[in-house]
């Protein structure tokens, strides 16, 4: 059985980001293994990159500069939110409980499409084959 680690919500923020700018397809590369398992003090390194046609985002969590865009020879910082991506959607999910508001910033679509992107990741892991996602 293969094991693939996969932050989700950071590789869909990445994809929904910059995936329609970039390319009509991308190919996502994560940390394989298992973090939850490692001797301590290893450090949590939540780490990826996806390459697009016409450039590459790199990912590293524990980078001082932790999203990196390479296109068109360049290299560009892109400019994260210091919090925790988790932190944020759970203040978001509470704050839309405390006001009685449905969210709005992830919907069914977003989470239909969610569902998509990993039924396609995990095909291409069964196939060894790209697998094009619908939009």
Do not use: H
Not at 23 to 46: K, L
Not at 61 to 66: G, I, K
Not at 109 to 131: Q, R, W, Y
């Amino acid at each position: 059985m293969r094991r693939l680690s996969v932050s989700l919500p950071a590789a869909l923020a990445v994809l929904l980001w910059m995936g329609p700018a970039l390319a009509a397809t991308a190919t996502a590369t994560f940390a394989g293994g298992c973090f939850w398992c490692m001797q301590p003090p290893f450090e949590f390194r939540m780490q990826y990159q996806v390459n697009f046609e016409r450039a590459t985002a790199v990912f590293d969590l524990l980078s001082p500069t932790q999203l990196v865009l390479y296109r068109n020879g360049q290299k560009e910082t892109i400019p994260l939110d210091p919090r925790m991506g988790y932190e944020q959607e759970i203040s978001y999910f509470l704050d839309c409980i405390n006001k009685g508001e449905r969210p709005k910033t992830v919907t069914l679509e977003d989470a239909a499409n969610a569902v998509a992107l990993i039924e396609a990741e995990a095909k291409s892991i069964a196939t060894g084959k790209p697998v094009k996602v619908k939009r």
